[in-house]
């Protein structure tokens, strides 16, 4: 197995997971408070959301696009 498709598999597992405890987290009464009064979430939990969208896109797209080595 390539390094570049474990890299993507690495990428996109942590990003799933960070997008899991993004949702745990909106879910949370802390923030479903903080979302009631300003409209937003945590800046905990958008980071999540941010980190863990751009990881698991990251990752779809070395799988699906990533070049393989020819041997």
Known sequence: ???N???ALVLLV???ILL???YQ???SLDDQVTEAVTGRFTD???WFLIIGAASTVAGIG???FGKTANQ
């Open 1 to 3: 197995m390539a390094s």
């Open 14 to 16: 942590v990003g799933l």
């Open 44 to 46: 905990s939990t958008t």
């Open 20 to 22: 899991f405890f993004a």
């Open 25 to 27: 987290s909106s879910q």
């Open 5 to 7: 498709r474990v890299l």
């Open 62 to 64: 070395m799988l699906m």
